[in-house]
């Protein structure tokens, strides 16, 4: 079975400072790899997702994550963070396969603090 | 393209009530899902639909939960009797059945209820 851990349950950043929001997964299979965002009082967004192909992959909004499939890792990263960044961020995995279900990470709320 | 509707947006009761949510996803996405996200944590899978046909409840508790999908279009989600511990946001998500798209699932906003 798949799970996620995001470590990390609050990060604190400054505007205009790099942050990065970790995610490590586990599965015994290939994987596809998913950020959501989540502003208050509304549904998830999907943010940018691992499928195949480069492992680098980037939104339009500035973040991007990159798959590294020997740390199991697909940490969210940003340069230079807004103030509408502040929102919950949800690391997401599933094998693709079969019922093609979702396992969710607990989120990580990123404040950005002007 | 219109996102996956979700109504009503909140909802209070009290426990041992009975209360039902409605999801209609967007057109042509064969697969729709429920979710449940108790505050602090993540959204937790409950039921999967593909068209009319349930793919995976596992996860749901057969209890006091049901869900339906009998047109393979929208679909409701009910809890009878409610428990306090009911109180989460509802998510209702879809994604089509073929092709790479299949494995990107679109939320709708949810549905808040508190069970008092």
């Known amino acids: 079975a798949q799970s996620v851990t995001q470590l990390d349950s609050q990060v604190p950043v400054f505007e205009e400072a790099p942050v990065e929001l970790r995610c490590n997964y586990s599965?015994?299979?290939?994987?596809?790899l998913f950020w959501y965002v989540q502003y208050p009082n509304q549904g998830l967004q999907l943010l940018l997702k691992y499928l195949s192909g480069s492992t680098l992959v980037e939104s339009i909004n500035g973040f991007e994550a990159e798959f590294n499939k020997s740390q199991t890792s697909f940490h969210l990263r940003k340069p230079s963070v807004h103030i509408s960044d502040t929102a919950e961020y949800f690391c997401?995995?599933?094998?693709?396969?079969?019922?093609?279900?979702?396992?969710f990470g607990t989120g990580t709320r990123l404040t950005v603090i002007p | 393209e219109a996102g996956v509707a979700q109504s009503p947006r909140y909802k209070i009761i009290e426990k041992r009530q009975s209360v039902a949510f409605w999801c209609n996803p967007i057109s042509g996405h064969a697969t729709l899902y429920w979710y449940q996200q108790i505050l602090g944590q993540g959204p937790k899978l409950l039921i999967q639909f593909q068209n009319n046909g349930v793919v995976d409840d596992s996860q749901l508790p057969k209890d006091r939960f049901s869900a339906e999908r009998l047109k393979g279009v929208d679909s409701t989600l009910k809890i009878q009797p409610a428990k306090l511990e009911d109180s989460a946001v509802y998510l209702c998500a879809s994604s089509p059945r073929t092709g790479i798209a299949k494995n990107i699932q679109y939320f709708g906003a949810g549905t808040r209820l508190s069970v008092l």
């Open positions: 997401a995995v599933s094998d693709g396969a079969g019922a093609n279900n979702l396992f």
């Open positions: 599965s015994s299979v290939s994987v596809y």
